[in-house]
């Protein structure tokens, strides 16, 4: 069985889990830094930088980064919060929201299979019909 990458929220360093707050600070960061560099969100926190960029985002995504900012300001403001209560459900959503959003801010493919080769059969076609006119 391997270990969980950093990213799932182990310190790679020691083989030791990141504490919930570490886990949550980490994650959004790396949440608002897609946002920001990519959409041009504006703001202090996720909530903020979500509701900067909201009309470009879809509906389920909004839902997931605002699920995540949620469980964020609770353990790091709560003091009663001392662990985050879905800690799967909280990397699933991260996860995805990030997954999402890369593929959201990622250059179009350009995908020019043949296209010059379809130039030349039609460029020929058409110097065949004009030969026989």
């Known amino acids: 069985m391997t ?3 950093r990213k799932r929220g182990w ?3 020691f083989g030791v889990p990141m504490s919930d707050i570490e886990l949550a600070i980490t994650r ?3 949440l608002e830094s897609l946002l920001e560099q990519g959409l041009g969100a504006t703001g202090k926190g996720l909530h903020e930088k979500v509701t900067s960029v909201q009309d470009k985002l ?3 995504l909004v839902k997931k980064l605002r699920f995540v900012a949620t469980v964020r300001n609770k353990i790091v403001h709560e003091s009663n ?3 985050i209560d879905d800690r799967n459900g909280f990397l699933r959503a991260c996860d995805e929201a990030e997954t999402e ?3 959201m801010i990622a250059p179009p493919r350009v995908v020019n ?3 010059f080769g379809l130039v030349l059969v039609v ?3 058409l110097g065949i019909a004009w030969r026989w006119m």
């Open 11 to 13: 310190a790679s360093a």
């Open 81 to 83: 919060y001392q662990q």
């Open 101 to 103: 959003l890369r593929a």
């Open 28 to 30: 959004v960061k790396a």
């Open 58 to 60: 879809p509906q389920p």
């Open 3 to 5: 270990k969980p990458t």
């Open 113 to 115: 299979k043949g296209c």
């Open 123 to 125: 460029m020929g076609a």
